[in-house]
């Protein structure tokens, strides 16, 4: 089989065979699956991606959930909910008379829809400057491997066959749905359809305090709904930091966000235009509410539907995902998985980091990723974001750590923007000061969560953030002022 020379290793090719026969061939086209496509034809290989997202024109719709009915989206009307917060409440403050001031939603939806197709627009161009052939369609394993070559079906709109000696898996997540409770996108809706809520419901009910539930229920709070949240847990963002958990449930509730935990729902039954709930409460009284529109944010499950994995030997585990080892290899010889079909966080940027390493894998390359220093970020008012071990993490596991936090009330940039909400929390090896973990609830601190990643990439100590120079005024001097807190010498409260 011929070879072709990266970095001084001998990798095999399809180099010298015919056009629809490929080294590499990605099933997915969203960030796992685009960014390991661009990585490994940035390394010399020839490269398919197929992908089967389509817009509302029928037109190829590249970047997965997190593009279309994800994580783009819904910062796009997180910041347009925003903005009419702002002018219906905050801008008095600023001197800034804005009266009559009224959400049209249609517009607001057509400006999301427009930041979508950019992004579309933006990795299809990427593909095709990496010299990346793309399929529009569904990609399935035809059967195993032949000669070390696997033959991928192309399904949609007309069915095609191509082959390929290496294939990536990244076929993404689905909304899991609650029993007896199908997404009709219309009454009860996944996260797809809490994207696309036409006007702005009188009542909402969200089930789920995680991040879907508490992103979407923000936007259409700010836009004048009454909104209802219904959380299963005993504890509000029970993987957080309790000390910024409780904060963010505080502000939550001020802001006017209804979070009921420890709840038992019942019977969901959707009617002409609404939809009622029966649930039990934590003190165990039973509740019946009707809804105008009720989003359900229990989570995701991987998405293999179609993939015929098993006639390639491909292995899901008990839970549905795709068995692979530390290096994202499946079960099946040079046929491997990234991002939220396999295991670990499902995060786009973990995703992406995966789909980096495999390509650089497929290349000799030795990549390495540390789940725990990938950060996690929900884009609410105020944000929070945190990397690295909680401190009821380290308390389980009897590690002696020293912990400093700084409010955002003491720092001047926060209180220029009238956003004094939250803190920025470092925590560190009581011995080694080496970082553990940072966390943060405030304004833009998924901004500022990258200096606590890198921290801890780095192996850096408390000693390491609190003596370098940060810019005044900025916010992210309250990270350097949380770092002086560990040592308890803060300059600035």
Not at 349 to 374: M, T, Y
Request: hydrophobic share 45%.
């Amino acid at each position: 089989m011929p070879t072709v020379t990266i970095d001084g290793h001998g990798v095999p090719t399809l180099r010298k065979m015919d056009m629809d026969q490929f080294d590499v061939v990605v099933i997915g086209g969203g960030p796992g699956g685009y960014v390991a496509a661009i990585r490994a034809a940035q390394l010399g290989f020839k490269v398919a991606c197929i992908d089967d997202w389509k817009n509302a024109k029928g037109l190829p719709a590249p970047g997965g959930t997190c593009t279309n009915v994800g994580c783009i989206p819904s910062k796009a009307l997180l910041q347009s909910s925003e903005h009419f917060d702002h002018a219906q409440h905050h801008f008095a403050e600023h001197g800034i008379t804005a009266s009559g001031v009224t959400m049209d939603v249609a517009k607001m939806l057509a400006r999301k829809d427009k930041v979508v197709r950019q992004n579309n627009d933006g990795i299809l161009y990427l593909l095709k400057k990496n010299k990346v052939t793309f399929f529009h369609g569904r990609g399935s394993f035809a059967r195993g491997a032949t000669d070390g070559v696997y033959q991928i079906d192309v399904t949609e709109p007309a069915k095609i066959s191509i082959q390929g000696m290496h294939i990536i898996i990244a076929t993404g997540s689905v909304a899991r749905a609650l029993p007896g409770a199908a997404f009709d996108e219309k009454l009860v809706l996944s996260n797809d359809g809490a994207l696309r809520i036409g006007e702005t419901p009188k009542t909402l009910g969200v089930i789920g305090a995680g991040v879907i539930g508490l992103e979407m229920g923000s936007v259409w709070r700010r836009l004048g709904a009454d909104v209802t949240v219904l959380e299963g847990l005993p504890v509000f963002l029970g993987v957080v930091d309790e000390q910024v958990a409780k904060e963010a449930l505080k502000l939550f509730t001020k802001q006017g966000l209804k979070i009921n935990l420890g709840v038992k729902v019942g019977a969901i039954k959707p009617g002409t235009n609404n939809v009622s709930v029966e649930y039990t409460t934590a003190d165990g009284k039973t509740e019946n509410v009707t809804f105008d529109r009720l989003i359900v944010s229990i989570g995701r499950v991987p998405n293999t539907n179609g993939l015929n994995a098993d006639a390639a030997g491909v292995k899901l585990d008990e839970r549905g995902f795709i068995a692979v080892d530390g290096d994202c290899k499946t079960t099946a010889a040079n046929v491997w998985a990234v991002g939220d079909v396999v295991r670990g966080p499902m995060l786009a940027h973990k995703a992406e980091e995966e789909g980096v390493a495999v390509a650089e894998r497929l290349a000799g390359q030795h990549p390495h990723i540390d789940f725990n220093c990938i950060p996690w970020v929900i884009y609410t008012s105020p944000e929070i974001a945190w990397v690295g071990q909680t401190e009821q993490q380290l308390q389980a596991a009897g590690v002696a750590y020293k912990a400093g936090s700084f409010p955002f009330m003491a720092n001047g940039r926060a209180r220029a923007l009238g956003n004094t909400d939250g803190f920025v929390k470092i925590i560190a090896d009581a011995k080694t000061d080496k970082v553990l973990g940072m966390h943060a609830v405030g304004p833009m601190v998924s901004e500022l969560i990258a200096e606590g990643v890198m921290a801890m990439e780095f192996g850096a100590s408390s000693e390491d953030i609190a003596r370098i120079c940060h810019a005044h005024p900025t916010l992210s001097e309250a990270t350097k002022e949380a770092a002086l807190a560990v040592d308890k010498r803060t300059l600035n409260m």
